[in-house]
């Protein structure tokens, strides 16, 4: 059985870090395109990042370009995003999400595998 399970998440003030990490109980891990959306109350979920099966091509948001990273453990079968500069903004539940597609994916539809989600918080 699949299983995503995220971890990491938090309350942090404005400007502070966190790095969220997501194990994967995928067969053949390295195979997955793996991304993180978030869904902040009221709002619909959104792509915040993906990473293509090798880790050698990444993209993100606008909003989180040059604060998250997103990088990816083949090995240990674990995604992360190392979220730095944080703003309230990001405040939301953080999913992490595979698919068997080769590209970076973008919608929700294009995802099969999803974690339930942490919370982060970021004061003002």
């Known amino acids: 059985q699949v299983q995503l399970v995220e971890s990491g998440g938090g309350l942090v003030q404005t400007g502070g870090s966190l790095r969220l990490s997501c194990a994967a109980s995928l067969f053949r891990f390295s195979y997955y395109t793996m991304g993180w959306f978030r869904q902040a109350p009221g709002k619909e979920r959104e792509f915040v990042a993906a990473i293509d099966r090798s880790g050698g091509n990444t993209d993100y948001t606008d909003s989180v370009k040059g604060r998250f990273t997103i990088s990816r453990d083949n090995a240990k079968n674990t995604l992360y995003l190392q979220m730095n500069s944080l703003k309230p903004e990001d405040t939301a539940v953080y999913y992490c999400?595979?698919?068997?597609?080769?590209?970076?994916?973008?919608?929700?539809?294009?995802?099969?595998?999803w974690g339930q989600g942490t919370q982060v918080t970021v004061s003002s």
């Open positions: 999400t595979g698919t068997g597609r080769s590209d970076i994916s973008y919608s929700v539809g294009q995802y099969v595998y």
